[in-house]
T-cell receptor
Framework: SQELEQSPQSLIVQEGKNLTINCTSSKTLYGLYWYKQKYGEGLIFLMMLQKGGEEKSHEKITAKLDEKKQQSSLHITASQPSHAGIYLCGADMEYGNKLVFGAGTILRVKS | DTAVSQTPKYLVTQMGNDKSIKCEQNLGHDTMYWYKQDSKKFLKIMFSYNNKELIINETVPNRFSPKSPDKAHLNLHINSLELGDSAVYFC??????????????FGEGSRLTVL
């Protein structure tokens, strides 16, 4: 099993709808990162969360880290075709700068 | 100027061959990484170097040998290529601080296909 479980694996939403992607671990997360990848391209950094209960927003994307620092959610409001891609959560699970990633969520937005 | 650049972008080769992928970052970061992304898009860390010193080696076969001539470069050499080595290899760098990796800056990836 993976250290970071991401759900759902894939998601198809109608343009304008909201959606949430989850990232869960059984271990404490020292840093939680969200990245987006478009097909055939590298990863783009979205947000980093460190403190329990922390929440950050950028444009229509909001990410939260729970108080226990074991679960994070990424919420997109009023989705647009430009939001389509693969969303990956990554986390520092232990000391030593070893960032591990979840399996990713493939998001498709239908116009 | 590209922050993290890796070459080549595409590599098609026969089983048993040896190949190298080069990576350079101009961000002044201390730490560089190699990640492998398989066909299911799962991204797995292979190596990390901090100031030319190997920090993480994630049970990667000995056929994979990273080399960091200076902190701005991290190359990946692969010997005796196998079919299972086909994947996209991403180089990344960050300014790690204490327990946090920090924001990773990724290259565009090198797609390796072994025939």
């Amino acid at each position: 099993s993976q250290e970071l479980e991401q759900s759902p694996q894939s998601l198809i939403v109608q343009e304008g709808k909201n959606l949430t992607i989850n990232c869960t671990s059984s271990k404490t997360l020292y840093g939680l990162y969200w990245y987006k990848q478009k097909y055939g391209e590298g990863l783009i950094f979205l947000m980093m969360l460190q403190k329990g209960g922390e929440e950050k927003s950028h444009e229509k994307i909001t990410a939260k880290l729970d108080e226990k620092k074991q679960q994070s959610s990424l919420h997109i409001t009023a989705s647009q075709p430009s939001h389509a891609g693969i969303y990956l959560c990554g986390a520092d699970m232990e000391y030593g700068n070893k960032l591990v990633f979840g399996a990713g969520t493939i998001l498709r937005v239908k116009s | 100027d590209t922050a993290v650049s890796q070459t080549p972008k595409y590599l098609v080769t026969q089983m048993g061959n040896d190949k190298s992928i080069k990576c350079e970052q101009n961000l002044g970061h201390d730490t560089m990484y190699w990640y492998k992304q398989d066909s299911k898009k799962f991204l797995k860390i292979m190596f990390s170097y901090n100031n030319k010193e190997l920090i993480i080696n994630e049970t990667v076969p000995n056929r994979f040998s990273p080399k960091s001539p200076d902190k701005a470069h991290l190359n990946l050499h692969i010997n005796s290529l196998e079919l299972g080595d086909s994947a996209v290899y991403f180089c990344a760098s960050s300014q790690a601080t204490g327990q946090n990796t920090g924001e990773l800056f990724f290259g565009e990836g090198s797609r390796l296909t072994v025939l």
